[in-house]
């Protein structure tokens, strides 16, 4: 079984920074693409960054040049440092792996951790 959990929401100021965490961890054989989504109140859930195993970033138009997603392959870890936040940002981040396992390949997602961005 696979687990995903994130860290490091809390409640900010408009233009501070917050950097989310993210662990997978259980019977990973490979992680391939990961990434974070958001879910602002009363919207639906939408991409913010996402990183492949390759490297390759895509970021929403909305995040560009304030955030930058990243990993680190040994901790199993993907990071979200989010910079000059404003209250838009204000959601619950949730991270996604594609992960390969001992039988097979599987989309998983962590409970998701609450930013809150204060005006």
């Known amino acids: 079984q696979v687990q995903l959990v994130e860290s490091g929401g809390g409640l900010v100021q408009a233009g501070g920074s917050l950097r989310l965490s993210c662990v997978a961890s259980?019977?990973?054989?490979?992680?391939?693409?990961m990434g974070w989504y958001r879910r602002a109140p009363g919207k639906q859930r939408e991409l913010v960054a996402a990183?492949?195993?390759?490297?390759?970033?895509n970021y929403a138009d909305s995040v560009k040049g304030r955030f930058t997603i990243s990993r680190d392959n040994s901790k199993n870890t993907v990071y979200l440092q989010m910079n000059s936040l404003k209250s838009e940002d204000t959601a619950v981040y949730y991270c996604n792996a594609d992960i390969t396992y001992a039988f097979g390949k599987d989309l998983y997602w962590g409970q998701g951790t609450q930013v809150t961005v204060s005006s």
């Open positions: 990183l492949s195993n390759g490297g390759s970033t």
């Open positions: 259980g019977r990973i054989f490979k992680i391939n693409a």
